[in-house]
């Protein structure tokens, strides 16, 4: 499905990651792989540190620290904020939904709107959607759309596909009308017929937790995980990814009347260093125009990851003048998104890091 936009915008983005850092190299051991193997597919894949939370820490509180950095640098007003939007797979509760539990603690304006989104990979650009369809609505003038997932908790510290990629992040983007006739377009699809791709078996209403849901099972590639586990089938995400991804940029492309040499950056969801290379290798893309390093320096935190690419590669360039960006997520789901615009000249667009 095609969307258009019309007048919208991003003034702020900034990037939450948790202070812990965990090497790959420190995790080695706890894989059945050999020592050799394991750092060749650091090589490949891009393992390198990621940041992951400490027990006990949640999406809410990262967005919720986040949200202070702002206020307390006035770069955000608490009654300015006119929707939340959260996207995360990593909810606090299963009831109540986490937005409302941000706004309580922040002592927010009751007259809002506060949503969450149950979205991942794809995460990013769904979320910005939704903020530019509520801004056409004459009372909501700002929307802060925020980004968590705390998927370390889910993943086997003895899955090698897994573990080593993934980490934990939080994003914040301010959006807003803009007076300019600024034109956004994007793109949005669903397989759901390939969501057992990446999952998590256990732990919702269909397979509650157990003792028996937590007990470790070894696969045929010799990675330990349990039903409350994340389980991803790489071989089909790949293809997924391969398959899907290219046309859906060049359709929007054409949409847009733009050509691929137009784009200054491609900022893509970041699933690992190999798999981007070739999605860029098949789209004709140069490496430096389609960043590939936030998963050996932070991890994979599922959708935030697009918006830590911006903040960690681009975010001075951003402060200081306009780009035309491509963002694109795509992963559980299946899920794939994006989102074609101008972008720049934003009163933020850094990285902090969350301590607790």
Known sequence: MNLKFHKKKITGILTVLPENEVNFDDEIDNYDFSRGQSMKLKLIMGYGKRRVVKEGTTASDLCIF????LFDNNFLKKDEIDAIILVTQS??????????????????????????????????PIG???????????????VVVLNADTMSYKVSHKDRGSRPLTGDAAS??????????????????????GADALIIPAGGFRIPSTAKTAKL????????????????????????????????????????????DDIDYYMFHQPNKFMLKKLADKMGIPYDKMPNNVVENFGNASGV?????????????????????????FGAGLSWASLLMKMGNLDFCNTIEFKN
């Open 66 to 69: 986040g949200l202070n950095y």
């Open 91 to 124: 909810p606090d509760h299963f009831v109540p939904a986490t937005s409302h539990i941000i706004q309580g603690k922040l002592d927010l304006k009751q007259d809002m709107v506060c949503l969450d989104i149950n979205q991942a990979c794809s995460g990013y």
């Open 128 to 142: 910005l959607n939704q903020a530019f369809m509520l801004l056409d609505q004459e009372e909501i003038n700002k």
């Open 172 to 193: 914040i983007t301010i959006v807003e009308n803009d007076s300019s006739d600024s034109v956004i377009y994007g793109s949005v699809y669903v397989d759901g017929k």
């Open 217 to 260: 099972e070894t696969d045929e590639s010799g990675n330990s995980r349990a039903l409350d586990h994340l389980v991803m089938k790489g071989d089909d995400v790949f293809n997924f990814v391969q398959k899907e991804v290219p046309p859906m940029v060049d359709n929007l492309l054409v949409k847009a009347d733009k050509h691929k």
């Open 305 to 329: 990851s697009i918006p830590t690419a911006i903040t960690h590669n681009i975010g001075d360039k951003l402060m200081e003048g306009t780009l035309l960006l491509f963002l694109a997520g």
